[in-house]
Nanobody, 113 residues
Framework: QVQLVESGGGLVQPGGSLRLSCAAS????????MAWYRQAPGKQRELVAG???????HYPDSVKGRFTISRDNAKNTVYLQMNSLKSEDTAVYYC???????WGQGTRVTVSS
């Protein structure tokens, strides 16, 4: 069973940056894509970035140009670089093996002045 551990969340001012990390317990990136989702209070969980097993990134329009997903195969770690953060980016961010039931515990991101 794959375990995912997110880190890197916190409080940041509008316009600031954060980098989230997701460490996987197994070397799965060559087989599975990975994705980051977020869930804000009272809202549904939504995709913010995905990367296929072949390394192709995907972003929704809401974060395109601000967020970047990447991975380090040697470290079994996926990253989410978030720039130009807005208050509406405030949410709990989750890492997942894309299309599976494997999810991390989430890391909270708060964008506020």
């Amino acid at each position: 069973q794959v375990q995912l551990v997110e880190s890197g969340g916190g409080l940041v001012q509008p316009g600031g940056s954060l980098r989230l990390s997701c460490a996987a317990s197994e070397n799965i990136f060559s087989i599975w894509g990975m994705a980051w989702y977020r869930q804000a209070p009272g809202k549904q969980r939504e995709l913010v970035a995905g990367i296929t097993s072949g390394g192709s990134p995907h972003y929704p329009d809401s974060v395109k140009g601000r967020f970047t997903i990447s991975r380090d195969n040697a470290k079994n770690t996926v990253y989410l670089q978030m720039n130009s953060l807005k208050s509406e980016d405030t949410a709990v961010y989750y890492c997942t093996v894309w299309g599976t039931s494997y999810w991390g515990q989430g890391t909270r991101v708060t964008v506020s002045s």
